[in-house]
């Protein structure tokens, strides 16, 4: 950690989150046409917006995906299946538990059930969109290997485009919550699908024309500023309309962080432990822990809006998956980093 840092932004990530809580809040409040003007420029139940600034951060992150890496994909596949079970076959549905299990039991007394359904659901839509881009920074930090990252990111962003609606349909059902399942696979097409692809041609033709050098070192980092300016515009949009919400529930944002910090520290360690008992090399248990346990939330506020609305108790429970994530992961790295000597070395 000494050798390696993170990046201003995303180490006061967490900062900068609270503050467009608190700016958004006083907007909504004391500025309540701007929400209701806001509202009004949605199309399909998508909010015009949102759905601009969630592009601006989504495809500079498919731009780091290198597809042709999937040919690398059979060596070491013990991470690989460590990642992909985790990811898909697990976390989804312990998210689902975690969140019901505190949000609707011992919480019960602090949230309305009705309320407690949509934190919920918001939970749900976390757990089934793992990380495609922050797990690089995580990977960086914790000295894991960058080639086995790009694979394990990519084969995630291709299961994201067949799994993620067909989960989280199952999981809201479960919850008996009505979803509109053209909005929920038209968000998939917007958010996941749309950015993916564009994110793949540019990066063949750039790279063709330009080189890899000039492609992620000028073209990709005219994104760098546009990529933070969205996240946080977008978060001070949503908590404009959370306002109310949070006044009368002050306590919301901490209940709702709870299961979102259990889930985070008991993916990484069921991914980062069996990945010890398998014997996989440090250098790839490290990533393979870091990918289940950060989750694309980009992705889920992204859906959220566009299912439930930015005033929704869904939606507020994305944006707290953003105010937790970077402390928490942070922690990971230092635990990984200090487990280090306990896996076998990269050959």
Partial sequence: MSEKKIGFFARYLSIWVAACIVLGVAVGIIFPQVPATLGQWEYARVSIPVAVLIWLMIYPMMLKVDFKSLVNAGKKPKGLVVTLVI?????PFTMYLIAWLFLKVIFRAFIPDTLATEY?????????????????????????????????????????LVAFAPIVALLLGVSNVTVPMDTLFMSVVLFVVIPLAAGFITRTVLLKNHGKEWFENVFCAKFD??????????????FSFQGETILQNPLAIVLIAVPLIIQTYFIFFLGFGWSRLWKVPYQVAAPSGMIGASNFFELAVAVSVSLFGLSSGATLATVVGVLVEVPVMLSLVKIALRSRSSYPALN
Avoid: H, R
């Fill in 87 to 91: 990811n898909w076959l697990i976390k």
């Fill in 225 to 238: 500023g546009i990529t933070e300016a969205g996240l946080l515009l977008t978060l001070v949009i949503i």
């Fill in 120 to 160: 919920i659901a918001g939970a749900v839509l976390l757990g089934a969109a793992p990380c495609t881009a922050m797990v690089f920074v995580w990977s960086y930090l914790s000295d894991g290997d960058p080639g086995y990252t790009v694979v394990q990111v990519a084969v995630n962003d291709l299961i994201i």
